[in-house]
């Protein structure tokens, strides 16, 4: 696509339940990373893939959250026993490549989770 | 880990005026500074980027500074219009690339007619 894709945009789910949050990076990207946006606030880190692999998931707060990128494409975040706190938009972004000189990061639009 | 500061948090000017917004970092390993612009309900956008081994780089009427041993880089932007109102965020990462940034807290800036 022409873009990152996220889906859902909006997600409203209750506290305890299970959700999975979908990312289409850009064709071709072969770098994937996930931010959280609280509001007000900047993007904090949560996961970035190169390829199929986690390269680095020092972001994810706990083990509540893993995320899979099982082609080295689509990405998923999954989070179980959803609490309140994890309210918040979660941005998937894209880039060429995740070394240096292929920088430039394309983020979606995001998923707003509200968990009541 | 990194800690990246960003001030001033709102900034109001007139149409034509310049906009300077700051961001001091505390990680004298990082090495790439990106500036994101996101408008209300939108995705970030890089408008700019910088890395350490050059001081200052400019597009258009967008340039960024920076100063490694004071650790502090600046996004200045000039002759300033309505449609550059929006959240502005600096971010800075260790890894020269766009894997594990920290960002501030953002800017929002408001341009008067």
């Known amino acids: 696509g022409a873009g990152v894709s996220q889906t859902p945009s909006n997600k409203v789910t209750e506290k305890g339940k299970y959700v999975e949050l979908r990312c289409d990076p850009i064709s071709g990207h072969t770098a994937l990373y996930w931010y959280r946006q609280s509001l007000g606030q900047g993007p904090e880190f949560l996961i970035y893939?190169?390829?199929?692999?986690?390269?680095?998931d020092s972001g994810l707060p706990n083990d509540r959250f893993f995320a899979v990128r099982p082609e080295g494409s689509v990405s998923t975040l999954k989070i179980q026993r959803t609490e309140r706190g994890d309210s918040a938009v979660y941005l998937c972004a894209s880039s060429l490549t995740g070394v240096r000189g292929q920088t430039e990061a394309f983020f979606g639009q995001g998923t707003r989770l509200t968990v009541v | 880990g990194e800690n990246v500061e960003q001030h001033p948090s709102t900034l109001s000017v007139q149409e034509g005026d310049s906009a300077v917004i700051k961001c001091t970092y505390s990680?004298?390993?990082?090495?790439?500074f990106p500036w994101y612009k996101q408008e209300l309900g939108k995705r970030p956008q890089l408008i700019i980027d910088?890395?350490?081994?050059?001081g200052e780089k400019k597009d258009q009427r967008i340039a960024v500074t920076l100063n490694k041993t004071a650790k502090h880089f600046s996004l200045h932007i000039t002759e300033t219009q309505p449609e550059d109102s929006a959240v502005y965020f600096c971010?800075?990462?260790?890894?020269?690339?766009?894997?594990?940034?920290?960002f501030g807290s953002g800017t929002q800036l408001t341009v008067l007619p």
């Open positions: 893939f190169q390829g199929t692999g986690a390269a680095d």
């Open positions: 910088i890395r350490s081994n050059v």
């Open positions: 971010a800075a990462s260790f890894s020269g690339s766009a894997r594990q940034l920290t």
């Open positions: 990680d004298s390993a990082s090495n790439y």
